[in-house]
């Protein structure tokens, strides 16, 4: 369609082994408390065992299957297994179990698989609660979660919260061993890029690991060339903006959870709802995914015609050949128009709920705050989202776009946007705003704050008395935040003559409308195109830095070349659709094939509320 790709991308790995050494290994794990046992599952490991294991793998070893969270109901087994994140809230779970029994005479054998790893504080509450010494731990070192043939998650969606809010190092530990088990399954990479305090932890501590295991992997044929890790800190802006490309949109109103979708009657014209595995094997979906929304129904309209035509060619048919056409092409045909329908059905609805949302006026305004024009309109538009009370996370996500693009509010503006804010959705909102205060989400500008870079300058040149008269001339210039200025240094917001065409885009802003170019794609192209972070100093100054270029191999003088054009790009945080689409088009464009690796999937919403606290 859209892609008219110059170069030929290479083929990327076959993930399918990272699922056989994760069941293998759970399988083993379960052996190990032999004979019937009942296995308490926490609840977000469900939908990923789902994609690596199905139920009647697991029945081979457990009676019963339990959520947890859910008590037990008059079990007669004499084992229990939990499979568990390393939550505190879930070891005082598994330790009211035990003591419970305990009370009752009951004696079990327990064991805790912790996944991926188990944390020293999860041992200190079963001793505080008595009983560490009846359970047997293990660890299921579960890193890496195929959900297509680019994309690897980790799953770890708390990550983003515990890294970047709490300062919490913990699963670092994760990144490092996942990244190790990638090196020494498709690597050696030859060259590592990096910005960001997490991502350069996460580097350091990835190569200590290979230095302690001394594998050997030097002489082997790499099928990853380099790798290039980024902190989501590194760019908020791309994750709050709304998503157009239809992938996108899905996530943003479905809510893609594992690389599948619940549809709801709404989409599937019947009362059910249907459970649908979104990736490159659905052959309607690969062919509109990281297409704009406006280029989709079109798409999908001729999609049906032509499945239509090829039903139709069964009137002039013989026997002969109708027998043939039945058992080599109809079950296909009725595949593709069931997923067809699914996708038409998706996009009404989609159209629906954003029509209802005010969605172009919304798009518009999240424009012209990534353009820096009609900044007082905008805020208006907020302040009225607001006290319409259309939606708690629209609207803190446009009041954190407003403050991230703006360099932080000015006091008034914040005062006020926080009141109204307050007084429409709850007081216990307070620690909701502390919490985006402390994470750089949503900030107030602090008298003379942004003044200091603009006086050094001209204090220069001029006397002090000159100074400060220059400064109240410019206060308005100072404001501008980094933002503007690593926009304009990279090139950001596209200058087009006439119409940006969607259909046939010429850079990834079309995966905003053509309004905005992706600043965490933007800086792996212009890092790949020079091979190293040379002649981007000032950029990194606005970004704060901590960035990293290491040559691990030979390169590009390697005989195996073809792997330098294949990037495993890790996003230290979340990674949006969006950027997936915009690399995914820059690598037709270059060829190259990015792979993603991400602590989870993430979108606007997701990252609201991980901040929001209902607590007073």
Same mark, same amino acid.
């Given at each position: 369609?859209?892609?008219?790709?110059?170069?030929?991308?290479?083929?990327?790995?076959?993930?399918?082994?990272?699922?056989? %050494?994760?069941? +293998?290994?759970? !399988?083993?794990?379960? $052996?190990?408390?032999?004979?019937?046992? =009942?296995? #308490?599952? /926490?609840? @977000?490991?469900?939908?990923?065992?789902?994609?690596?294991?199905?139920?009647?793998?697991?029945?081979?070893?457990?009676?019963?299957?339990?959520?947890?969270?859910?008590?037990?109901?008059?079990?007669?087994?004499?084992?229990?297994?939990?499979?568990?994140?390393?939550?505190?809230?879930?070891?005082?779970?598994?330790?009211?179990?035990?003591?419970?029994?305990?009370?009752?005479?009951?004696?079990?054998?327990?064991?805790?698989?912790?996944?991926?790893?188990?944390?020293?504080?999860?041992?200190?509450?079963?001793?505080?609660?008595?009983?560490?010494?009846?359970?047997?731990?293990?660890?299921?070192?579960?890193?890496? %979660?195929?959900? +297509?043939?680019? !994309?690897?998650?980790? $799953?770890?969606?708390?990550?983003?919260? =515990?890294? #970047?809010? /709490?300062? @919490?190092?913990?699963?670092?530990?994760?990144?490092?061993?996942?990244?190790?088990?990638?090196?020494?399954?498709?690597g050696p990479f030859s060259k590592a890029y990096g910005?960001?305090?997490?991502?350069?932890?996460?580097?350091?501590?990835?190569?200590?690991?290979?230095?302690?295991?001394?594998?050997?992997?030097?002489?082997?044929?790499?099928?990853?060339?380099?790798?290039?890790?980024?902190?989501?800190?590194?760019?908020?802006?791309?994750a709050l903006c709304s998503q157009v490309v239809y992938?996108?949109?899905?996530?943003?109103?479905?809510?893609?959870?594992?690389?599948?979708?619940?549809?709801?009657?709404?989409?599937?014209?019947?009362?059910?709802?249907?459970?649908?595995?979104l990736n490159s094997q659905d052959k309607v979906f690969?062919?509109?995914?990281?297409?704009?929304?406006?280029?989709?129904?079109?798409?999908?309209?001729?999609?049906?015609?032509?499945?239509?035509?090829?039903?139709?060619?069964?009137?002039?048919?013989?026997?002969?050949?109708?027998?043939?056409?039945?058992?080599?092409?109809?079950?296909?045909?009725?595949?593709?128009?069931?997923?067809?329908?699914?996708?038409?059905?998706?996009?009404?609805?989609?159209?629906?709920?954003?029509?209802?949302?005010?969605?172009?006026?919304?798009?518009?305004?999240?424009?012209?705050?990534?353009?820096?024009?009609?900044?007082?309109?905008?805020?208006?538009?907020?302040?009225?989202?607001?006290?319409?009370?259309?939606?708690?996370?629209?609207?803190?996500?446009?009041?954190?776009?407003?403050?991230?693009?703006?360099?932080?509010?000015?006091?008034?503006?914040?005062?006020?946007?926080?009141?109204?804010?307050?007084?429409?959705?709850?007081?216990?909102?307070?620690?909701?705003?502390?919490?985006?205060?402390?994470?750089?989400?949503?900030?107030?500008?602090?008298?003379?704050?942004?003044?200091?870079?603009?006086?050094?300058?001209?204090?220069?040149?001029?006397?002090?008395?000159?100074?400060?008269?220059?400064?109240?001339?410019?206060?308005?210039?100072?404001?501008?935040?980094?933002?503007?200025?690593?926009?304009?240094?990279?090139?950001?917001?596209?200058?087009?003559?006439?119409?940006?065409?969607?259909?046939?885009?010429?850079?990834?802003?079309?995966?905003?409308?053509?309004?905005?170019?992706?600043?965490?794609?933007?800086?792996?192209?212009?890092?790949?195109?020079?091979?190293?972070?040379?002649?981007?100093?000032?950029?990194?100054?606005?970004?704060?830095?901590?960035?990293?270029?290491?040559?691990?191999?030979?390169?590009?003088?390697?005989?195996?070349?073809?792997?330098?054009?294949?990037?495993?790009?890790?996003?230290?945080?979340?990674?949006?659709?969006?950027?997936?689409?915009?690399?995914?088009?820059?690598?037709?464009?270059?060829?190259?094939?990015?792979?993603?690796?991400?602590?989870?999937?993430?979108?606007?919403?997701?990252?609201?509320?991980?901040?929001?606290?209902?607590?007073?």
């Amino acid at each position: 369609m859209a892609f008219a790709g110059r170069r030929d991308a290479p083929e990327p790995p076959d993930f399918a082994i990272l699922k056989r %050494l994760a069941r +293998d290994q759970l !399988i083993y794990l379960l $052996e190990q408390l032999p004979g019937r046992k =009942d296995l #308490f599952i /926490e609840a @977000d490991l469900m939908s990923p065992l789902d994609r690596i294991a199905n139920v009647s793998i697991l029945k081979h070893e457990v009676d019963k299957l339990y959520k947890v969270e859910n008590r037990p109901t008059s079990s007669t087994s004499d084992q229990f297994c939990f499979l568990v994140r390393p939550r505190i809230k879930t070891m005082k779970y598994i330790a009211d179990i035990i003591n419970a029994d305990k009370m009752a005479g009951r004696s079990r054998k327990y064991k805790i698989i912790f996944s991926p790893q188990k944390f020293y504080a999860c041992e200190m509450v079963l001793e505080e609660e008595g009983v560490f010494g009846d359970v047997s731990c293990d660890e299921w070192s579960f890193y890496l %979660l195929p959900l +297509d043939d680019d !994309i690897i998650s980790m $799953e770890l969606p708390e990550f983003f919260r =515990d890294y #970047f809010l /709490e300062g @919490d190092h913990r699963w670092i530990n994760c990144v490092a061993r996942a990244l190790q088990l990638l090196n020494s399954l498709y690597g050696p990479f030859s060259k590592a890029y990096g910005i960001g305090r997490c991502a350069k932890m996460s580097y350091e501590l990835w190569r200590d690991l290979e230095e302690e295991s001394e594998s050997d992997s030097q002489g082997r044929k790499p099928e990853i060339g380099n790798v290039f890790l980024m902190d989501r800190d590194t760019d908020y802006v791309t994750a709050l903006c709304s998503q157009v490309v239809y992938e996108g949109l899905v996530d943003d109103t479905f809510r893609i959870k594992c690389g599948s979708v619940d549809f709801g009657p709404d989409v599937t014209s019947s009362d059910k709802s249907i459970k649908v595995l979104l990736n490159s094997q659905d052959k309607v979906f690969s062919q509109i995914r990281n297409e704009h929304f406006s280029s989709v129904f079109g798409f999908l309209s001729q999609k049906s015609r032509n499945l239509q035509a090829q039903y139709d060619r069964r009137r002039g048919m013989d026997i002969k050949q109708m027998k043939n056409f039945v058992s080599q092409e109809l079950k296909g045909l009725k595949q593709e128009h069931r997923l067809l329908s699914l996708h038409i059905g998706a996009c009404e609805s989609i159209m629906k709920k954003k029509t209802k949302q005010d969605f172009q006026e919304m798009i518009k305004t999240e424009h012209s705050l990534l353009e820096g024009f009609d900044i007082r309109e905008s805020t208006s538009f907020i302040e009225e989202h607001i006290d319409r009370q259309v939606s708690p996370i629209e609207s803190l996500r446009l009041m954190c776009l407003l403050s991230i693009t703006e360099n932080g509010l000015i006091p008034k503006d914040y005062r006020s946007l926080k009141t109204q804010y307050l007084q429409s959705y709850g007081p216990e909102h307070l620690l909701t705003f502390h919490n985006l205060k402390r994470i750089g989400l949503l900030t107030e500008q602090s008298p003379g704050e942004t003044l200091t870079a603009v006086e050094s300058k001209v204090s220069k040149l001029v006397t002090d008395r000159a100074a400060g008269k220059i400064t109240d001339a410019f206060n308005s210039l100072a404001r501008k935040s980094n933002f503007r200025g690593i926009s304009k240094k990279l090139g950001l917001i596209p200058r087009v003559d006439g119409e940006y065409d969607l259909k046939m885009p010429r850079d990834m802003a079309y995966v905003f409308s053509g309004a905005y170019i992706p600043l965490s794609c933007k800086i792996i192209e212009q890092v790949l195109e020079r091979k190293s972070w040379l002649g981007l100093e000032e950029v990194l100054r606005l970004l704060n830095g901590n960035e990293f270029s290491v040559t691990e191999s030979a390169g590009e003088d390697s005989p195996a070349w073809e792997s330098q054009r294949i990037i495993l790009t890790v996003f230290l945080g979340g990674c949006t659709f969006s950027e997936i689409a915009a690399l995914r088009f820059l690598g037709k464009e270059k060829g190259y094939k990015f792979i993603f690796l991400t602590t989870a999937i993430t979108n606007s919403a997701r990252m609201m509320e991980a901040m929001i606290e209902t607590k007073a």
